[in-house]
């Protein structure tokens, strides 16, 4: 694997999209895109991924649906599928945890936290 790890980000909104491509890259990591949970599962037919950047408020299929059917899939249980969502009310974190995110991060999205944000949820799932 080249770099720090391939990186997906299921985000309707392109600007959202841009910005953490950008951080991320900067920081070593590939990032590839999908505006929608049809998309999202087209690429992870393409190849493996180490981490999933789920946007919870999406149209069609929300996030909670689309990171409980991608944990369903044997294949891709392991991988670590972090919550990225504006939804902040009490149980919106606990919801996203019981949909199966491993983790939660909140919007608007701390670009000088999210890199190291990413590696530890990397390093927990590569260390058990």
């Given at each position: 694997?080249?770099g720090?790890?391939?990186?997906?980000?299921?985000?309707d909104?392109?600007?959202?999209?841009?910005?953490?491509?950008r951080?991320?890259e900067?920081?070593?990591y590939?990032v590839t895109?999908?505006?929608d949970?049809?998309q999202a599962?087209?690429r992870?037919e393409t190849?493996p991924?180490?981490l999933?950047?789920?946007?919870?408020?999406?149209p069609?299929v929300d996030?909670?649906?689309?990171?409980?059917r991608?944990?369903s899939?044997e294949k891709y249980?392991?991988?670590p599928?972090?919550?990225v969502?504006?939804?902040?009310?009490?149980g919106?974190?606990?919801?996203s945890?019981?949909?199966g995110?491993d983790?939660?991060?909140?919007?608007?999205?701390d670009?000088?936290?999210?890199a190291?944000q990413?590696?530890?949820?990397l390093?927990?799932?590569?260390n058990?």
């Open positions: 694997m080249q720090k790890g391939i990186i997906l980000y299921v985000e909104n392109q600007d959202n999209r841009n910005l953490v491509r951080v991320l900067v920081e070593g590939t895109e999908a505006k949970a049809s599962l087209n992870l190849g991924v180490d999933i950047l789920m946007d919870i408020n999406m069609d996030g909670y649906s689309l990171t409980s991608i944990k899939i249980k392991d991988v599928i972090i919550a969502t504006a939804n902040v009310m009490r919106d974190r606990e919801r945890l019981e949909a995110c983790g939660y991060i909140q919007k608007p999205i670009i000088d936290t999210l190291q990413i590696e530890r949820f390093t927990r799932n590569t058990g």
